[in-house]
């Protein structure tokens, strides 16, 4: 008997690819089927010019690896790249095996961890797009069935064909559903957000497993998932933060990012990933103690293109001080422009991190501002930008009093009268 939890994994090394990149490409691959709760009995790595049409991988090789793992029977093979649907139905047809790519590994994970409304609506959108382009694999057994039965007439071929049709208008009219409800839920957030306009927002970012919960937990006492698992995050957690000298900030952790996320899900996640477009300050937090650490800085960097956050000024957190050796620590840490260095389980530095974070935010210092009765659109951009202490209303213009932080202060610069430290 197979057993439906255990998977081999397969990757291919295309000709312009390390091997080595590979192996840590399988190496993730193995963590994501680890979370998604399959067990791993064997990881295959073939070297070829390009993809096989049919099967991906090569046929033989596929052959060799099913039966160097047989004594375990493993039901499924994991594919380390996107499958077409053709190559997903002549691999489970010709091998008797579920075959499974990593855009579906990743999408299961989201499935089991997605908790609220959004989430799971996000979750069941993405699921949604993925599937449209492969109903044939559903189908193609009616064809296959009706077509014997009926000596393969063109009429009894097409019943999989017809199915598929009608399926995809389900599925289509479901994905605008989904859509319709998202919009509500993002609608209910816009409100939430412009309430707090003021306040400063802070948004820890990172490749998963990375330490943000775990840092987020120690500035806030939220009590965030914390695991040593890819995507133990999925939701965004939203925290005041009260700073030494009496300001507050508001603090995200969000999910964690990976390389190669699927298209799907960065697409459906752009509202979860709306706290990070919105933040002042990013806190890019890099495991250190990971070889990978360079990759996965380059990747979370494609990601912030993705959803248009690339811009937003950033902190590199150098996160698991405690877990490297320190010859290698500043190895690592010498070939970085002002790195910050903690530990999230430790707590070290955390008390500087906090510090700069203060320091980058509320530089902030009071002002009399003068500004002429037809710039009412630069008032109004004061009063959201701004604590206002005192509004005068004069001939010559409005006159005000203001707490302006730095990075504000360019808007107003020209209508200043006079300023003092607070
Ligand atoms: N040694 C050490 N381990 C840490 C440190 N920070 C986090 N960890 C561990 O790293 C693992 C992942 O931590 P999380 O806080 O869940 O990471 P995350 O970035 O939130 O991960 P996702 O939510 O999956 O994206 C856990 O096992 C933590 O205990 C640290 O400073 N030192
Ligand atoms: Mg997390």
């Known amino acids: 008997m197979l057993d439906n939890n255990k ?58 690896v099913i039966n160097e793992t047989g004594s375990e029977f493993p039901g499924v093979l994991i594919f380390d790249n996107e499958l077409s649907a053709s190559q997903n139905r002549n691999i489970e047809k010709e091998f008797e095996l579920e075959a499974i790519d990593r855009t579906e590994v990743i999408l299961n ?36 069935e009706k077509g014997r039965a009926a000596g393969m007439s063109g009429a009894a071929r097409g019943m999989g064909e ?40 802070v948004c820890l970012i990172g490749y998963t497993n990375a330490g943000k919960s775990t840092l987020f937990n120690r500035l806030t006492d939220a009590g965030v998932l914390v695991e040593d698992k890819l995507f133990a995050t999925l939701e965004t957690t939203t925290r005041k933060l009260k700073l030494s000298k009496g300001r507050d900030l ?15 899900l960065i697409a459906s996640f752009r509202a979860t990933l709306q706290d990070v477009r919105d933040a002042d300050l990013l806190l890019h937090i890099i495991d250190i103690s990971d070889d990978n650490f360079e990759n996965y800085i380059e990747e ?20 698991k001080l405690d877990k490297v050796d320190p010859i290698i620590l500043k ?26 974070i203060d320091d980058k935010l509320h530089n902030a210092k009071k002002y009399k501002l003068l500004i002429p009765h037809t710039e009412q659109k630069t008032v109004n951009n004061l009063h959201k930008l701004a604590d206002i202490e005192n509004v005068d209303y004069l001939e010559n213009g409005v006159s005000i009093i203001a707490v ?14 006079s300023s003092e430290n607070i």
């Open 300 to 319: 979370v960097n494609k990601v912030l293109v993705q959803i248009d956050a690339e811009k937003i000024p950033q902190f590199m957190v150098l996160n």
């Open 162 to 201: 017809k199915q598929i049709e009608v399926d995809r208008r389900i599925i289509r009219h479901e994905i605008s559903q989904v859509k319709k409800e998202l919009v509500k839920v993002d609608r209910q957030k816009e409100i939430q957000r412009n309430q707090r306009d003021k306040i400063k927002k």
């Open 404 to 417: 302006i932080n730095r990075e504000d202060l360019s808007h107003f610069v020209k209508y200043v009268v």
């Open 250 to 264: 508001i603090l995200s952790d969000t999910v964690g990012f990976i390389s190669d996320l699927p298209h799907h």
């Open 109 to 144: 994970i989201f499935h089991e961890h997605a908790r609220s409304r959004e989430a799971q609506l996000q979750v069941r959108l993405a699921e949604l797009q993925y599937q449209l382009p492969r109903l044939k694999k559903l189908w193609s057994h009616l064809d296959r």
């Open 331 to 356: 190895e690592r840490v010498n070939s970085r422009k002002k790195p910050i260095l903690v530990s999230a389980k430790s707590g070290e530095n955390i008390a500087g991190l906090l510090d700069l």
């Open 7 to 64: 998977a081999i994994l397969i990757g291919v090394c295309l000709n312009k690819i390390e091997f080595s990149k590979k192996e840590n490409c399988l190496k993730e691959l193995a963590r994501l089927t680890d979370t998604a709760g399959l067990e791993v009995v064997g990881q295959f790595i073939q070297n070829r010019q390009r993809p096989d049409a049919a099967f991906y991988a090569g046929k033989g090789f596929l052959e060799k």
